[in-house]
């Protein structure tokens, strides 16, 4: 079979997938949505009613992409971006693909093919030292420990009390830190660096220093929901000196991976680094609305609208534009000038975000986020320049990862501020991806709504014609998020079940890889016009980052690549954490794969935060590394009974 038809009937099968998962989200975001104003307003602990007013616009926040609700004369109609109808149907028993994903048959031939063996112990460890692998022992059986878990913020904090910062440090470094991070400084990643380059590993750099959401803005989260790898906003100063950090974590990963045969370099940041969280929850809220806006435009629900409705539409929800001002603005609406605004048009238009927009927020427009959530007011002056001061923070960082050579991945956060996160990710996709994938967004895929997102942001790369990169992890945020869901009374934004998440997980890489291969048109090569050979060249040059521990993902995923004849240096990329999976990291470096290791650095006091989050969010995965401690034990020789002993105990 050739590469074209195996690409379409991958696409066939993700865009069916679509379909079936859409329809379930959106089916459960309208038996039980809530106001958006419960962002600002703490409810009671229940779910919230129906809805019964005419006029009254309420929706999950899900996702400012999963569905947005208009209730009038009581009766629903939900919209995606691509403005369709999303009918309900009864949930999916079963996984949909009709041959799209290889059976695991397939993909263990081809992983065999390849010579990958995540088995072999001896592969797996041949990297670490006598030390190194006692280390490993001590903390993966720690980690087994549920106590440990549950208390590990309060048992650092008591160390620190009783031992002193710099005993306690010292203790942490030697292992739970030595085992998870790559260093404090980069001086101490350098050698690490070497070392995994040697074994065909490369890295992908981020300062994770990082706090908790100050005190004073929990009780909008509600009680007891700590925000989890969110950067604490002091001052615009410390904005810029973040943004210092991650430009120098940029100049180390382009070093580090010097002669490496033309592989991406990655470094990784946060958008809380660059400014004000609260203010991007805000500006998320306001995202959200100016999409209940549009669809309180389109009354012939046709998922556009024509200039003179927008124009029309402007004037009656009260919109204080000049003439000449209103039209300038629905020219630049009007990006293809065919006449008609979709939603996409729409909203990447009358962003906060977007310095050219973001004073019409102040006052001129603001009754079409206003009247959408009634908690909601204009922003003021000091928060635009806030955000256009962000704005030049990303843009310069984003600059020297395109000068250096190196793609930057914009990690996700929580639901209530990815809209703006997103609405960022995909800005700088289009003024720097012209060429290559210079900006990732991460897509968490424990979510309900990713892969509608992922297929709208693919979308938007056709649209704008700019290259898709994509890192797709299953997500790091469940503990904060459905703890925050069951306090603040809104649907639980987490899929239903695990399996649930792997099924989607692989949907989503399916689909992304699909679009990688696939042609504008289903004529040979040879037969394709100018502009669709550049289409294919630039669908060619999408980045995918395969972020996952979970070894069934990663066969599917080299599964796809062999059937749709990707080589493994065609931008498919493979990362786990350093101290996790390494079985599988190794293997695939010795195999020619592209394969990264996340490696948080910076000072122990300031990465604890991000050692503790990632204890409890990965609690269940740590503990159950039976596999991982298998391989531990058998790489002990003689004389380290004791050591196989604690292992398989």
């Not at 990082?210 to 803005?217: I, Q, T, Y």
């Not at 470096?589 to 948080?600: A, H």
């Amino acid at each position: 079979m050739s590469a074209s038809s195996t690409a379409a009937k991958f696409r066939y099968a993700s865009t069916r997938l679509f379909s079936t998962f859409t329809t379930r989200q959106a089916a459960m975001a309208r038996r039980s949505a809530v106001a958006i104003s419960l962002a600002r307003k703490k409810p009671p602990k229940k779910t919230a009613p129906k809805l019964k007013r005419k006029g009254v616009v309420r929706f999950s926040p899900l996702s400012s992409r999963i569905a947005t609700a208009v209730y009038v004369d009581q009766e629903a109609k939900e919209y995606d971006d691509a403005g369709l109808v999303i009918e309900d149907t009864t949930p999916p028993t079963s996984f949909p693909l009709d041959g799209g994903i290889p059976p695991a048959s397939s993909s263990s031939e081809a992983c065999v093919a390849q010579g990958l063996d995540f088995d072999d112990a001896s592969v797996a460890l041949k990297s670490k030292t006598t030390g190194e692998l006692l280390r490993a022992t001590i903390v993966l059986q720690l980690c087994r420990l549920p106590p440990l878990v549950a208390y590990g913020r309060r048992m650092y904090a008591l160390a620190c009390k009783v031992l002193g910062q710099k005993v306690t440090d010292v203790a942490v470094k030697a292992t739970f830190f030595g085992h998870f991070c790559g260093g404090e400084s980069e001086a101490e990643l350098k050698p690490l660096l070497q070392r995994m380059k040697a074994l065909g590993v490369g890295g992908i750099l981020d300062y994770a220093a990082e706090n908790d959401v100050p005190e004073a803005d929990k009780d909008e989260r509600g009680e007891g929901v700590v925000s989890a790898r969110t950067f604490d906003y002091v001052n615009e100063k410390m904005c810029d000196a973040n943004a210092e950090m991650v430009e120098r974590a940029i100049e180390a990963a382009s070093r580090a991976m010097e002669g490496g045969e033309g592989r991406t370099q990655f470094a990784a940041m946060k958008l809380t680094a660059f400014g004000q969280p609260a203010l991007l929850e805000r500006t998320s809220r306001v995202i959200q609305a100016l999409q209940v806006a549009f669809a309180q435009l389109d009354t012939k629900h046709v998922g556009t609208l024509t200039v003179s409705e927008v124009r029309e539409g402007f004037k009656l929800m009260g919109v204080s534009l000049s003439p000449d001002e209103l039209e300038a603005l629905l020219d630049t609406m009007d990006k293809d000038k065919n006449g008609t605004i979709d939603s996409t048009e729409f909203l990447d238009t009358l962003s906060p975000l977007d310095p050219a927009s973001a004073p019409l927020f102040t006052q001129a427009i603001t009754p079409l986020f206003v009247k959408s959530d009634e908690h909601l007011e204009a922003l003021e002056a000091d928060e635009i320049l806030q955000l256009n001061s962000m704005n030049k923070r990303l843009k310069r960082v984003a600059q020297k990862a395109s000068d250096m050579g190196v793609s930057l991945m914009i990690d996700a956060e929580q639901t209530y501020m990815q809209p703006a996160i997103d609405q960022v990710a995909l800005s700088l996709m289009r003024e720097y991806n012209t060429d290559r994938a210079v900006i990732l967004n991460t897509y968490q895929c424990y979510l309900r709504d990713s892969f509608q997102r992922v297929r709208t942001d693919i979308d938007r790369s056709e649209f704008y014609s700019f290259v898709f990169g994509a890192k797709i992890v299953r997500g790091a945020y469940m503990v904060q998020e459905r703890r925050r869901a069951e306090e603040m009374g809104y649907p639980d934004p987490i899929q239903p079940d695990l399996e649930s998440t792997h099924r989607n997980y692989d949907a989503v890489a399916a689909f992304i890889l699909s679009h990688k291969v696939s042609l504008s048109s289903g004529a040979p090569p040879t037969e394709l016009t100018e502009a669709e050979k550049k289409t294919r060249r630039r669908r060619s040059k999408t980045l995918l980052m395969v972020a996952s521990h979970n070894e069934n993902s990663v066969l599917s995923t080299v599964g796809l690549m062999s059937s749709m004849g990707l080589a493994k240096d065609s931008g498919v990329c493979f990362g786990q954490l350093r101290g996790m999976c390494d079985h599988v990291s190794l293997s695939l470096g010795s195999n020619g794969f592209w394969v990264y290791k996340y490696l948080p650095y910076g000072p122990v006091k300031e990465v604890m935060p991000y050692l503790l989050r990632r204890a409890e969010e990965n609690s269940t995965l740590m503990a159950g590394a039976g596999k991982e401690r298998g391989l531990l034990a058998a790489s002990f020789g003689p004389g380290w009974g004791w050591a196989r002993d604690l292992l398989i105990s």
